[in-house]
C-alpha cells in the first residue's frame, strides 16, 4: 500500500532507534548530521518534507559498529554496503553504507531514475569522518546536496564534544558545535524555505 509522509517517519525513526540501540549498548559514538541535524534543531524531529535519515561518526567508531552493531540489527533492517549489495557501489562515493526497511521500497515517478538496488527502502545513511573530518574518498557530496566540499565536512573539534537534542520525543546525539556546523552547511538555517521549496520527493514509498 502507498505510505504517506507521517508513516515513513515513523518508520525511519525506528531506523534511527534500532541503530541507537545497539551503537549505546557498545559505547559506539555517533551523532546526526546533515538533515537530520537540521531537524533535531529546526523541528525537534523530521524536517516535514525530508525522506531520509542522516548520521555520522567517526571510522573507529565504524568499525566498532560492524564488529558488534551490525550483528545485533533487528532482522527487518537490511545494512547495505558495495560488497552487501553490488549494486550499491556506483553510489559509494556518495555515501559508505545504509540501514535499509526491508518492508518498504522507493517507486519512482517518471522523472527519477531507479535504484538498481535488491533493498531500495526508507533508509538511514552513514556518513563516516576519517581523522582529516573528510571521507575516505575525500569527495563532496555535492551531487544530493548542493553543497561545496569545503562547506560540507565537520571539523573534528566539532564532534570531539558530543551534546544531545531532542528529536521525535527522545533525545540523540549531536555535535557540540552544531551551530557552526549547519551555518556552514545551510546559511541561516533556522529560517524556513521558502514554500515552494518545502516540497516532498516525487520518489514515494510502498509497503511491500
Not at 5 to 34: G, N, P
Not at 57 to 84: C, N, W
Request: with cysteine; charged share 30%.
Amino acid at each position: 500500500m502507498n505510505i504517506d509522509i507521517k508513516e515513513a517517519h515513523r518508520r525511519m525513526l525506528y531506523l534511527l532507534q534500532s541503530f541507537d540501540t545497539v551503537c549505546k549498548k557498545h559505547d559506539i559514538d555517533y551523532w546526526l548530521d546533515y538533515g537530520t541535524l537540521l531537524g533535531a534543531i529546526r523541528h525537534q524531529g523530521f524536517i516535514p518534507w525530508d525522506t531520509d535519515t542522516d548520521v555520522g561518526m567517526l571510522r573507529s567508531d565504524y568499525a566498532l559498529f560492524l564488529e558488534k552493531g551490525v550483528p545485533e540489527l533487528p532482522q527487518d533492517i537490511f545494512f547495505q554496503t558495495p560488497e552487501t549489495e553490488p549494486a550499491m557501489a556506483p553510489w559509494s562515493w556518495l555515501v559508505e553504507a545504509r540501514l535499509r526497511d526491508r518492508h518498504s521500497r522507493y517507486v519512482p515517478d517518471k522523472k527519477t531514475p531507479a535504484e538498481p538496488m535488491q533493498f531500495g527502502g526508507l533508509q538511514l545513511d552513514l556518513f563516516i569522518y576519517d581523522w582529516d573530518g573528510k571521507y575516505e574518498n575525500a569527495l563532496s557530496n555535492s551531487f544530493e546536496r548542493n553543497l561545496s566540499e569545503s562547506r560540507i565536512h565537520l571539523r573534528l573539534d566539532e564532534v570531539e564534544y558530543l551534546d544531545t537534542a531532542r528529536f521525535e520525543g527522545a533525545e540523540f546525539p549531536v555535535p557540540s558545535g552544531y551551530d557552526a556546523y549547519l551555518t556552514r552547511c545551510y546559511g541561516d538555517y533556522r529560517t524556513f524555505p521558502p514554500e515552494e521549496e518545502r516540497q516532498i520527493p516525487e520518489v514515494v514509498a510502498w509497503s511491500v
